[in-house]
Nanobody
Framework: QVQLVESGGGLVQAGGSLRLSCAASGSIFSINTMGWYRQAPGKQRELVAA???????NYADSVKGRFTVSRDNAKNTVYLEMNSLKPADTAVYYC?????????WGQGTQVTVSS
């Protein structure tokens, strides 16, 4: 059974930084895509950033130049470095793993950016 455990959310002032981590455990095929989605109150869940096993990345336009996604394949861990945070970044951030034809989600971690 695959599990995703997130850490690193919290409260930060606008312009500040946070780093999210997500560790995947269980039987995971080595070729996969890990990433982060977020959902703000009253809005749909949206892709923030993703990275595949080969290091190719994809970012939402709203976070390009501010957020960096990375991963440690040996640890099955994905990171999201968030800089120059804005109040609009406030949301619950979910770790996501896509492997073969299945999707897995973390429990979510709250990120709140105060103005």
């Amino acid at each position: 059974q695959v599990q995703l455990v997130e850490s690193g959310g919290g409260l930060v002032q606008a312009g500040g930084s946070l780093r999210l981590s997500c560790a995947a455990s269980g039987s995971i095929f080595s070729i996969n895509t890990m990433g982060w989605y977020r959902q703000a109150p009253g809005k749909q869940r949206e892709l923030v950033a993703a990275i595949n096993s080969f290091g190719s990345t994809n970012y939402a336009d709203s976070v390009k130049g501010r957020f960096t996604v990375s991963r440690d394949n040996a640890k099955n861990t994905v990171y999201l470095e968030m800089n120059s945070l804005k109040p609009a970044d406030t949301a619950v951030y979910y770790c996501h793993l896509a492997v073969m034809v299945r999707d897995y989600w973390g429990q979510g971690t709250q990120v709140t950016v105060s103005s």
